[in-house]
């Protein structure tokens, strides 16, 4: 069975970084993992993702800001996020799709919260 623990969230002042890191277990499967969020009132909407070659993809409002990164050894992908904003708050989730079959898996979510 697969699971993924999240880590990393935090309260953060303006301008500050955070890493979030996503570790998968119970899959040895090749796979693509998002980064979603989620703020108070909103749709949960994607943020970055990154394919099992390594290749990323951003939304446009974290685009030079936020990095996507996966070590492969460890099943564990991580979220650079620099520069944040007050509009960054959001839960953030993982999610782990497996290449060859189309399933997909959730995080538990971690609280991310700009505020001075």
């Known amino acids: 069975q697969v699971q993924l623990v999240e880590s990393g969230g935090g309260l953060v002042q303006p301008g500050g970084s955070l890493r979030l890191s996503c570790a998968a277990s119970g899959t040895a499967s090749i796979f693509t993992m998002g980064w979603y969020r989620q703020a108070p009132g909103r749709q949960r909407e994607l943020v970055a993702r990154?394919?099992?070659?390594?290749?990323?993809n951003y939304a446009d409002p974290v685009k030079g800001r936020f990095t996507a990164s996966r070590d492969n050894g460890k099943n564990t992908v991580y979220l650079q996020m620099n520069s944040l904003k007050p509009e960054d708050t959001a839960v953030y989730y993982c999610?782990?799709?497996?290449?060859?079959?189309?399933?997909?898996?959730w995080g538990q979510g971690t609280q991310v919260t700009v505020s001075s």
């Open positions: 990154i394919s099992g070659g390594g290749l990323t």
């Open positions: 999610n782990l799709v497996v290449s060859v079959s189309g399933y997909d898996y």
